[in-house]
């Protein structure tokens, strides 16, 4: 008869545990816990796991809440886990610390985001990596919880155990193409350059806010020292993907965005060749000057790239009333509209006329005037000379040389009805019968204005000697 009795142990140990038969126990190996070795050692509950905000102290696992204890194994060091992957066990901390390209508790999941919303413009913010335990669960790569594989040719830097991407990707684990993926970026309305210190749109916006180096488009090179790109004429954007021509249909527009509106973000991207952040091609043999960003227009031509006819736009140039040419130094609209009164543009000088290199302006033959020669000779205001009116004295005024060229003797007429022109003066010899500057008037019309300017007068005698009843 045997002095101790021995109960039988009908316990079985799983995942490789070893019964202790005289104790009727499993002594699990890593990553395992429980009777019989079937519980996974982790914590179970979010406020065990170390990435939570609102994570309970470690000493409430000493005073036995048995809560506790069976929910964060983990955590109460009850069990260590089995490190994945190759990943390496510290037992003083009862942690896995993951190779790279993996993460977790046991280094069991790849180091990336496993959600659609990470770092997405309608999801899930890097800020909100702080503060919400799914996010840091969901999105390991966002929130920078692990150490990721660097792909597209990106390399790890030791230091900071980040990927430094090569040019054209993005994102912790280079695995984004540098490019803007929100529709808002530099949209208006939207995002302007000028929030990217905002972190949901440095996430959004990488490309625009300057967080990676875009593959530059159409012949770009990347500038060192920016890090950024420099685009080759005709072309504009952070990787030279947008024409270098005004996008928005406000750009010079009235009421819409004028060039005084440039120190705005959003006027900047809609309208960059107005603005001058990039060099537009030159038509028509413009050359560009690439310090200003600005084309050289040849004979002709004006336009932010010499594509539109060297012409004032308006009736109103020079007219009366309308722009005045004095207005063209403190209205920034006249010198819009009329680029070749304003002398913005050097026209073709039309008729035979040449231009003068020194003044860029042209000089008429014959019978012609105006900025380009184009008009003929003549008084286009029919005030020129009248009284009252606009006398020839009057002719020191801008106005009235612009209206009264043939009166000031800006330009030489063309003389009619058998009138040479006298070299010396510059003026008409009329035949007989026949004066005025270009010999269209006769004398009969003279003496016709003559005799009723007399007869005004009389009338107006005999008006103001008239009794009053």
């Known amino acids: 008869m045997c002095g101790v009795c021995v109960p039988k142990c009908d316990l079985k140990c799983r995942n490789s545990g070893v019964l202790n038969q005289n104790a009727c126990s499993c002594s699990c190996p890593e990553g395992w816990i429980g009777n019989d070795c079937s519980k996974k050692c982790k914590n179970y509950v979010n406020?065990?796991?170390?990435?939570?905000?609102?994570?309970?102290?470690?000493?409430?696992?000493?005073?036995?809440?048995?809560?506790?204890?069976?929910?964060?194994?983990?955590?109460?060091g009850k069990c260590v886990p089995a490190c994945a992957h190759g990943g390496v066990l510290i037992k003083e901390k009862g942690t896995c610390t993951c190779m790279q390209g993996w993460s977790d508790y046991d280094c069991s999941r790849e180091c990336k985001n496993h959600h659609k919303y990470c770092g997405d413009s309608n999801g899930w913010p890097k800020a909100w990596c702080d503060n919400m335990l799914n996010v840091r669960e969901q999105c390991p790569l966002l929130c920078g919880t692990c150490v990721p594989m660097c792909e597209n040719g990106g390399e790890l830097d030791e230091k900071t155990q980040t990927c430094i991407c090569k040019q054209g990707w993005t994102g912790p684990g280079c695995d984004r193409k540098c490019t803007d993926y929100s529709a808002m970026c530099n949209a208006s309305p939207g995002w302007p350059k000028s929030w990217c210190f905002k972190p949901f749109v440095?996430?959004?916006?990488p490309m625009m806010c300057g967080v990676c180096v875009p593959h530059c488009a159409h012949g770009g090179v990347v500038d060192v020292a920016s890090q950024s790109c420099s685009c080759t004429q005709g072309w504009t954007g952070v990787s030279c993907e947008r024409e270098c021509t005004n996008h928005d249909k406000?750009?010079?527009?009235?009421?819409?965005?004028?060039?005084?509106?440039?120190?705005?973000?959003?006027?900047?991207?809609?309208?960059?060749?107005?603005?001058?952040?990039?060099?537009?091609?030159?038509?028509?043999?413009?050359?560009?000057?690439?310090?200003?960003?600005?084309?050289?227009?040849?004979?002709?031509?004006?336009?932010?790239?010499?594509?539109?006819?060297?012409?004032?736009?308006?009736?109103?140039?020079?007219?009366?009333?309308?722009?005045?040419?004095?207005?063209?130094?403190?209205?920034?609209?006249?010198?819009?509209?009329?680029?070749?009164?304003?002398?913005?543009?050097?026209?073709?000088?039309?008729?035979?006329?040449?231009?003068?290199?020194?003044?860029?302006?042209c000089k008429c033959k014959q019978g012609w005037a105006g900025l380009d020669c184009s008009r003929k000779c003549a008084d286009w205001n029919r005030k020129c000379g009248v009284s009252p009116g606009f006398p020839r004295t009057w002719c020191n005024r801008q106005f009235?040389?612009?209206?009264?060229?043939?009166?000031?003797?800006?330009?030489?007429?063309?003389?009619?009805?058998?009138?040479?022109?006298?070299?010396?003066?510059?003026?008409?010899?009329?035949?007989?019968?026949?004066?005025?500057?270009?010999?269209?008037?006769?004398?009969?019309?003279?003496?016709?204005?003559?005799?009723?300017?007399?007869?005004?007068?009389?009338?107006?005698?005999?008006?103001?000697?008239?009794?009053y009843y």
């Open 400 to 467: 009235v040389r612009d209206s009264c060229p043939m009166m000031c003797g800006i330009c030489v007429p063309e003389c009619a009805n058998g009138g040479v022109l006298n070299p010396e003066i510059q003026l008409c010899d009329c035949k007989p019968g026949w004066t005025g500057l270009d010999c269209t008037s006769t004398f009969q019309l003279l003496r016709l204005g003559t005799v009723l300017l007399r007869k005004r007068a009389l009338c107006s005698e005999h008006k103001h000697s008239l009794p």
């Open 250 to 361: 406000l750009c010079n527009a009235i009421p819409g965005y004028q060039k005084s509106m440039c120190s705005a973000s959003y006027v900047r991207d809609g309208c960059p060749m107005m603005c001058g952040v990039c060099a537009p091609v030159c038509a028509h043999g413009g050359v560009s000057d690439r310090k200003t960003n600005k084309c050289i227009c040849s004979r002709g031509w004006t336009g932010i790239d010499c594509t539109t006819k060297c012409d004032d736009f308006s009736q109103s140039c020079g007219a009366i009333p309308g722009y005045p040419r004095l207005w063209c130094t403190t209205r920034w609209y006249v010198k819009e509209r009329c680029p070749m009164m304003c002398g913005i543009c050097v026209p073709e000088c039309a008729h035979s006329g040449e231009t003068d290199e020194v003044t860029n302006t």
């Open 47 to 76: 406020r065990c796991k170390p990435t939570s905000p609102n994570r309970w102290p470690k000493k409430l696992c000493d005073k036995g809440h048995p809560y506790i204890l069976e929910n964060c194994p983990l955590m109460c």
């Open 202 to 205: 440095q996430d959004g916006c």
